[in-house]
């Protein structure tokens, strides 16, 4: 089995990723995007009420803050990788209770299925990740099967959570594991970036 993702994130020895957060942060925009536009066809929804500023501002906000900041944050400061999933997961909790306390959602502050949607997304896209990077190590198709795999069971879980209908529970699936395919491959793209970076440094040196 490889070394630890979290080191990686090692400080001392690599300084802050920033190409990392930037990577992990463009692709969360672009999936975001293309997430939009792909429900539009296969949800047959409204072009004007998905494609408003407040949506995009939501999701850069998102994207920037808590999914780049935080989950690359947290990566650089835990030293065990089995700590981050479960930081990550309370983190998020926090976020969605923000998110729906400033009345960015019609659902209440403190549903219970909420809180554990909230919790679960980012728990099993850290699991997930993780458990690839262990079992394949720092390579593109380690991240892209991570990325993916938490996305459909993220899915998954929403199906059984909300009872969701199969045509409902394939479609977004679907969409959300293309969206997540570009954030794996963004983010591998900002984190070896870093290290080339750093190699190149170090041969200067």
């Known amino acids: 089995m490889n070394n630890q993702f979290v080191d990686l994130f090692d400080v001392k020895k690599y300084g802050f990723n920033y190409w990392a957060t ?3 942060f463009i692709g969360g925009i672009v999936s975001s995007v293309i997430w939009k536009f792909i429900s539009i066809f296969t949800f047959a929804l ?3 009420s998905i494609l ?7 999701s850069f906000v998102y994207y920037l803050v808590f999914f780049a900041l935080a989950f ?3 990566s650089h400061i835990l030293k065990k990788d089995i700590a981050l999933p479960f930081a990550v997961g309370f983190v998020k909790i926090m976020w969605g209770i923000i998110f729906r306390g400033v009345g960015l959602s019609d659902v209440p502050i403190f549903r219970v299925s909420s809180i554990v949607m909230d919790f679960s997304w ?3 896209t850290a699991a997930v990740v993780i458990l690839f990077f262990r079992l394949i190590g720092n390579k593109l198709i380690s991240f ?3 990325f993916v795999l938490s996305a459909f069971l993220v899915r998954v879980l929403q199906l059984l959570i909300y009872s969701q209908s199969i045509d409902t529970f394939l479609r977004s699936a679907l969409t959300g594991m293309i969206s997540d395919f570009l954030i794996g491959l963004f983010f591998y793209a900002g984190l070896s970036y870093h290290f080339r970076k750093k190699r190149a440094f170090y041969k200067k040196s």
């Open 122 to 124: 980012m728990f099993l």
């Open 46 to 48: 409204d072009i004007k």
């Open 144 to 146: 892209l099967i991570g």
């Open 72 to 74: 690359i944050g947290l």
């Open 22 to 24: 930037l990577g992990l």
């Open 52 to 58: 408003t500023l407040e949506r995009f501002a939501v």
